[in-house]
């Protein structure tokens, strides 16, 4: 794994300083008591490997504040779109010809000549036929029960740090955008970290963008980038750990490009 040089100031001097993983920089950050309380056991049972086997970048990914401000960004506007991303992608497509459940690559020359430009938000990897390796993801599993009570834990997201338990976090879908109090029922869904080896395994979801990794996905970004008509996006396009403003922003820039 490479090293990450991070730079720290005593007195009048500056000294580079040596952050090789993702242990080593959360202790760096907050302390052993927090980092044990609250990232250790999260962010192996998320991974499926020892934090000290991690990349430090997956940390920043992390707000770290010294306020009383719980929420997870700093923008000053948050949310989700009115109804739902199901309403905003419904009237995005309509009118277009959609085909669900297709294999992609069961009838590859057909999709890749059904338009002049394609673009592709699928692995990477898997579109060149893994041709210089298989690039690593991890997978979910996603458990959902109906419960009979109108409230179950007071807000649409709580995680589950403790190594011992064996899902992540619970969404409780209701606290999204309808009044806690509504309705007789909730409905809750846990997510279960999983491995992901192929697509046996279900829909790979997180890139693990360690040195390896990160070294293979350059090889593939360069096949990628001498492509005039496939354009590749999201999370699995790119191999990038990616939020969803962060998705949002890189769909409407890729849009811009493909316009012009």
């Known amino acids: 794994m490479g090293t990450e040089w991070e730079y720290t100031k005593n007195g009048s001097k500056w000294y580079q300083i040596s952050i090789y993983n993702l242990e080593e920089k959360a202790l760096s950050l907050v302390g052993p008591d927090i980092y044990e309380r609250l990232i250790k056991g999260y962010t192996e049972k998320q991974w499926g490997r020892p934090a000290a086997e991690l990349p430090?970048?997956?940390?920043?990914?992390?707000?770290?504040?010294?306020?009383?401000?719980?929420?997870?960004?700093?923008?000053?506007?948050?949310?989700?779109?009115?109804?739902?991303?199901?309403?905003?992608?419904?009237?995005?497509?309509?009118?277009?010809?959609?085909?669900?459940?297709?294999?992609?690559?069961?009838?590859?020359?057909?999709?890749?000549?059904?338009?002049?430009?394609?673009?592709?938000?699928?692995?990477?990897?898997?579109?060149?036929?893994?041709?210089?390796?298989?690039?690593?993801?991890?997978?979910?599993?996603?458990?959902?029960?109906?419960?009979?009570?109108?409230?179950?834990?007071?807000?649409?997201?709580?995680?589950?740090?403790d190594r011992a338990v064996p899902y992540t976090r619970i969404v409780e879908h209701k606290h999204f955008e309808f009044a806690a109090g509504g309705w007789d029922e909730t409905v809750i869904t846990r997510e279960y970290p999983a491995k992901w080896e192929s697509d046996a395994d279900g829909d790979p979801f997180y890139p693990v963008n360690d040195a390896a990794n990160e070294a293979t996905r350059e090889k593939y970004a360069a096949l990628a980038a001498r492509e005039s008509r496939v354009f590749f996006g999201g999370r699995l396009g790119s191999y990038r750990y990616c939020d969803m403003e962060e998705v949002v922003e890189e769909a409407l820039t890729l849009a811009e490009r493909i316009i012009s």
Not at 61 to 77: G, I, S, V
Not at 86 to 115: H, P, Q, S, Y
Request: hydrophobic residues 35%.
């Open 56 to 161: 430090a970048s997956i940390i920043r990914r992390l707000p770290l504040r010294f306020t009383y401000d719980n929420n997870y960004y700093d923008a000053l506007y948050q949310g989700i779109p009115i109804g739902g991303y199901t309403r905003i992608v419904e009237k995005m497509l309509d009118g277009c010809d959609v085909a669900l459940e297709t294999d992609f690559f069961a009838n590859r020359e057909k999709w890749e000549n059904a338009a002049d430009r394609v673009v592709f938000s699928g692995p990477i990897d898997a579109y060149y036929g893994h041709r210089f390796g298989r690039l690593e993801y991890r997978g979910l599993r996603f458990e959902t029960e109906t419960l009979n009570v109108r409230n179950f834990q007071g807000n649409a997201v709580v995680n589950y740090t």
